[in-house]
């Protein structure tokens, strides 16, 4: 048990929404095959060519998280409070980061931005999974870095939208976040801006880095705050040598998702 959580009160429960949450878990596997290998495969036939398949196939992902959502929210799992919603659909051609507290996060940014690339896990190219479908939705992070940097351009100049979770891993429920520098090398590089996008609400706790699988929030369902923060222009360290550009722009996003303004 863990002692930086208050004690378990309703334990009843607290099992049914532990046993709900491995069965969301089973079912976001059972869709994710059903996606792979039927959906997919039979929109690739009738979607042409590729780039007409990416868009209706992201949007579909989409669409198909937004329902995730309502099922854990009406299993009473979660709740979700994306502020000013609206604000995602009018995203175009940035590179969308955001802090990484719990598994689901992928889940509640994508199921609010129908134009969504994601920068892929190169350990993933060993899955059928990216063999069949993924590489051709996504952009690898195993590809030559000046090829990513190529595939970002053409994406963002199609319109979408590049998310990037810079930590690379779940934040530790202490909440220190340290960033990778990728997403702003490959800001400064696109020229693309920045929108940081915090996740907050209550202790992930059972989701976060660490947790035991078998752990719940002791007292209450998971809540998600959501908050598009200001854009950050890469246009302002262009001056600078290129490693100190990276930097400044770094701690810029770190500020950003580590203390949202009006949070």
């Known amino acids: ?3 930086t959580m208050p004690p378990i009160k309703n334990f009843p429960l607290y099992m049914y ?6 069965f969301c878990y089973f079912s976001f596997g059972v869709g994710t095959l059903i996606l792979v290998i039927l959906v997919f495969p039979v929109m690739m036939i009738f979607f042409h060519p590729k780039d007409r398949f990416q868009k209706y196939a992201r949007r579909f992902i989409s669409f198909c998280f937004r329902g ?4 854990f929210t009406f299993l ?5 409070s994306p502020k000013n919603r609206d604000e995602y659909k009018n995203i175009k051609s940035s590179i969308i980061v955001a802090n990484h507290p719990s598994h689901y996060d ?9 134009n969504a690339d994601v920068i892929v896990r190169g350990n993933l190219s060993r899955n059928i999974i990216v063999l069949g479908v993924v590489r051709r939705l996504y952009i690898l992070s195993s590809l030559d870095f000046n090829d990513m940097i190529e595939s970002c351009k053409e994406s963002l100049a199609k319109g979408n939208n590049i998310v990037i979770f810079p930590q690379g891993t779940r934040t530790p429920r202490s909440g220190v976040i340290k960033l990778k520098k990728g997403a702003a090398r490959i800001s400064l590089l696109t020229g693309a801006p920045i ?4 996740i907050g609400g209550n202790d992930k706790y059972g989701l976060g880095k660490g947790d035991p699988h078998t752990a719940f929030n002791h007292t209450e369902r998971y809540i998600y705050d959501i908050k598009i923060q200001k854009p950050i222009y890469p246009e302002k360290y262009s001056e600078l040598q290129p490693q100190k550009a990276v930097r ?7 500020q950003a998702l580590q203390y949202p303004e009006n949070q």
Do not use: A, Q
Not at 76 to 80: E, I, T
Not at 106 to 112: H, I, N, Q, R
Not at 248 to 254: H, K, S
């Open 248 to 254: 400044r722009l770094n701690e810029e996003i770190l």
């Open 76 to 80: 009473g799992l979660l709740r979700m």
């Open 68 to 71: 995730f959502v309502k099922i």
């Open 106 to 114: 992928v889940v509640m940014v994508l199921s609010l931005i129908n």
């Open 195 to 198: 929108i940081p996008v915090h």
């Open 1 to 3: 048990m863990n002692e």
């Open 17 to 22: 929404r532990v046993f709900m949450k491995w």
